[in-house]
């Protein structure tokens, strides 16, 4: 079964900065697109960041110059970079990918940011 992983979650301040990573199992993750999704309390989840298979990166205009996905295929990876992170940033972040017509999730990371 296609596990995630997510890892680096925490707390910071405005201003810091968070790294997130995501490994994936049982899957040939370079095949495919990945992705970091993101849920606040009351609020739908929403798309923070895609990589496709190839690298072509598209982000949410929230995040946009502030936060980088990537990915590492060779290690089955998938990685957030957010810098200047905003207490709207705060929420569990999801890693996802999309495989055979499946949509596979890791179980989420808290990201808060507070003073």
């Known amino acids: 079964q296609v596990q995630l992983v997510e890892s680096g979650g925490g707390l910071v301040q405005p201003g810091g900065s968070l790294r997130l990573s995501c490994a994936a199992s049982?899957?040939?993750?370079?095949?495919?697109?990945a992705a970091w999704y993101r849920q606040a309390p009351g609020k739908q989840r929403e798309l923070v960041a895609s990589i496709t298979s190839d690298s072509r990166t598209r982000y949410a205009d929230s995040v946009k110059g502030r936060f980088t996905i990537s990915r590492d295929n060779s290690k089955s990876t998938v990685s957030l970079q957010m810098n200047s992170l905003k207490p709207e940033d705060a929420a569990v972040y999801y890693c996802?990918?999309?495989?055979?017509?499946?949509?596979?999730w890791g179980q989420g990371t808290q990201v808060t940011v507070s003073s």
């Open positions: 049982k899957i040939t993750f370079s095949m495919y697109i």
């Open positions: 996802s990918t999309s495989a055979s017509g499946l949509v596979y």
